[in-house]
Each structure stands twice: as C-alpha cells, then as structure tokens.
C-alpha cells in the first residue's frame, strides 16, 4: 500500500499458474497494482514478466488462479475484452504501425466514420484535428499529424502510443520496456509521460529487466524470477543495486 | 519564421513520401522517351491502345496490390480470371441471362479466393503455397467445367457492349481515338478502390495489417477478416477481369489468363506496392499496368531487331528490377 490508501487496487492477480508444454512460466505469483501507483514489474530476461502481462491483456489465459478488477472477479479471455476494462499496453514494437500517419495509428481499430451503406467512411480532418489536440492535452507536441510514425524518433514514437492510452481513458497503463532502446534525453521525456498520466489518475505497470530504468518514477517494485514471486518492495525500502542483486539472483530475499 | 519553414518542410517530405511519387516519375519518363523516339506514338490512337491492353492485367492488378498491401498475394488470379470468363460467356450464350451470367462470375472466383484467405488463416501456410496449388487446382476446375473445350460465340449479346463498347462520340471526335468502355470500368474500378482504402475504417485496417501484425491486433483490428476480404475482393475482380476479357474476345479458353498473376504482382511493385505489405496504392496499380503497357506498345512500334514484340517478357524484367530500384530511392530519400 504504498500510497497508503485503502481502496480497492486497480488490479489483483492472484496464485497465477501457467504452463507451456513442460515449461512453468508461473507458478503461483500474486501481483497487485494500487489506484494510481507506478508500479515497477521487474525481472531478468525469461523470468515470467511478459507472461505474467499477457495474462492479464487477456492474450493468454492461465491454468489456474484468479484475477479481479476494481474488486471484481473477471475472466480476460481476450485482448478486446481487456481494453474493454480499460486496460491498455503499449509494446515496444507492437505499438505502432511504422508506415502509417499519427492520426491513423492514434485511432486505429477506433476509427472515427460515418457509415453509409455497408462502408465506415473515415472523418479524417475530424481525426486529425483530434489527434493533434489529445497529443497536445498530454503534454505532446508534434509536427503534423499526418507525418508518417517511422519518421518519428524512439521516444516520440513511445509517447504517442502512452498519449494514446491515456486518452482513450485507460485506467491501467502497461509499458513494456519503454525505455529500453532510448536516449537519456529521450528517456526522461517518457518518464515525465508516465508521471503525468499517474497524475491524472492512472495506474502504471512499468515492465523491465533494467531497475535503473525506473527506480526514479516507481512507487513500488514487484520482482520475479523464475515464474515465481521474490516480493513486492515500497519505494525507499531498496536501494537500486539491492534491487539489481535480487533480479540477478546474486541475493536471496 | 519557422513556421514557415516547418511547413515547406512538412511539404517537401509529402511529395516523395506519396506511394505514387515513384510510378508517376517513371509513367511521365517513359512516355516522353517513346514519344521523342517512336513516330506516332504521342497520338490518341496510340495511347487509347495502350489504355485498352492494359484493362485486363489492370482490373486483376487492383485486387493484387490490395492483397500485397495487406502483405499477402495470389497466384491463382489467373485461373480464376479463366472461370470468370466461362461462367460468364456459357450463362450469357446459353441461357441468355446476363445479369445471373456477371453475378456467378463475380462470385464464383469470390469464392475462390476466400477459399484461399480461408486455407492460409486456418493452417498459416504462407500465401505463396497455397495460391500456387490452387491455381493448379482451379485450373483444373476450369478444365472440368468446360469440358475441356474452348468457349467461343459469333453472338452479339447487348451486355457484351455494356463491358466492351466502342465510345463513339470519342471516335467521332478524334480520328483514331479507339477507347472501349471498358477502359472506363477499370478506371472507375481504380478510383473506388483507391478511395475505399484511403478512406474507409477496412482500408485503414488493411494498411495496417499488412504494415505490422502485431500492432494492428494489439488495437483490435481482426487481421483475419480483413485479410480474408482482400482475397475476397481479389477474387471477384479477377471474375470480373474474365467477364471483360469475353466481352472483347468472345472466346474462352483453358489457358485464358495464364501469367496474368504475374504480370499484375509486376504491375503492382512496378506501382510502389511492397512485396512486405503496408505500403501501396491502387492509383499506383493504374500506373504500373500503364507504364508496362507503354513499354509493350512502344517497342513493338520501335521494332528493334534484337527485341522483337515476341521477346517483350525481357523488358518487363528490367522495367520490375529498375521500378523495384527506384521507388526505394524515392522512398529513402524522404
């Protein structure tokens, strides 16, 4: 409880277990996410992180174990249903289509149309103008709306899909290793972005193998190794390189 | 000041970051080298030629760069083009019902290429494999259906003028002029096309899916519909190039349409379409079987003595290789 409030987390997932043929991914990890908390889900390549996420954006379902929502028992059975609830992830290199417009990737699978006939026919100054406007209401700038996603730099690229998110009313925010391929420059500006979008209430996963890429933005720290839970820790109650043992295995907790 | 500038700048990266840039530079090149070059090649009768040979392979064209933005293609265009055209000449001369006779054209090879979208969804074999077998095998549906006997009417059935008119008000007007209505279809074919995958919530997706899967389904687009209606799509114009194609000739054969899969993937990439999807236009299709078409036009009236009309297929080698060359310089520079 590191905000220390007593309201229902955003997220509780409990005793999660699954296998893949003959491999344990997770065996039994509890995983729990606090109303707008940036919550730092760390791990070393192969710990279980990225399966752990998938379950919960309803891409795979787990053998067993529960996961409720705002409180409420659910069953994500698929990434649709997920973002339904207002979960939205933005993958390093899932995010966005490279070849298409701001505009085309802010909205897309939610496009704006008018339906005459059988045929959605796109609204696409109403869009543009839109995109261009949430962007800016986040605290992003951009050229055109129009330019092309591949043309914009890394982080660029990472803030419109968290912009994104944030305006399509997520209340929980995952972002998988967004910092992994930045610049410092770029990364503290994607820093800035998650703050932001916790100051407007959201909750935060924030997924990586590398704690220094968080340590200045996280409320709390849940590390796994192996499929299996080592702990969650408060902010404060670890040092950066404690945490940096814990995900190596150098020290048991 | 600097607004200024961002501007122009935002406007200097449009213009080659347009998927026609490439194909409109080639198009307009071509055609003043022929016409410098070739005696009356710069006529109305030369180019209303050109336009018609370019109906067929151009009508297949669209729904290729569809499936190729989409980041897929089909080989079995062509055998569907032969089923179009049989379906169509038998119920047209037999039966004498055109409206049923276009219908089953359109939907069988509709049904044809879901067949195709519905073999690579469900068993994830690359579209490759499974086109080249079903060309094969629908060739061979075509063999069946027809008996095995070429298709050929003296009949002048009014539909046939419906999809192959002359336009005389333009041969009146201009000597030489010879353009069909079927040049118009095509055309008005290109524009819808263009305008739905520009312009509708299914072309965004298309783009999409093609550009990058994981994306696309990440923010619910259904991959698997929409790939499913390019090769629906696809399909149904590959029936309708078959009912223009007997609409001129009067004549089904077995082979009809054989190679046009591959000329129209030519056509496609010579059109800025990338064979890795998410990238391409239908007014860039136009071009490409344009300027494919001008070049068989303008060497067969060239007549040089080591590319007769019959070695023409080298040509189109190099105009692939050279067009593929150029639309990436055009597309790196911006």
Known sequence: MSNGTNETPVVHMENIVKHFGTITALDGVDFTVEKQQVMALLGDNGAGKSTLIKILMGV???????????????????????????????????????????TRNFFLGRELARKIGPINWLSMRKMNDLTRAALADVGIKIRSPAEKVGTLSGGERQSIAIGRAMHFGAKLLILDEPTSALSVAETRKVLTYTLNAKERGLSVIFISHNVRHVYQVADAYTIIRHGRKVGTYAKGELTEDDIADIIAGVREC | MSAVATRRETKRRIIPESPIAGPLVTLIGVFIIFSLFV?????????????????????VTIGITLLMIVGEFDLSVGSMMAMGAFLYGLYTVENGNPLWALSLALLVPGLMGALNGFILIRTGIPSFIVTLSTMFIYRGIVWLYSGGQMLQTIEQVPIYDVFNGRLDFIADAVQGANFRTAALWFVGLVFLFQYVLVRTRFGNHVFAAGGNVGAAAAQGVNVKRTKLLCFIISGALAGFAGVLLFSQFKTALIATGAGTELTAIASAVVGGALLTGGSGSILGALLGVLIISMLRTGIILLNLPFIPADNFEAIVGVTIVGAAIFNNWVRGRS
Do not use: K, W
Not at chain 2, 39 to 59: D, E, K, M, Q, Y
């Open chain 1, 60 to 102: 795979h379902t787990p053998d067993r174990g529960q996961i409720y929502f705002e409180g409420q028992p659910v069953r994500i059975n698929s990434p649709r249903y997920a973002r339904a609830m207002g979960i939205e992830a933005c993958y390093q290199d899932l995010a966005l289509v490279n070849l298409m417009s701001i």
């Open chain 2, 39 to 59: 005696p009356h090649f710069c006529t109305l009768r030369s180019v209303s030629g050109i336009i018609n040979a370019a109906v067929l392979t151009g009508t």
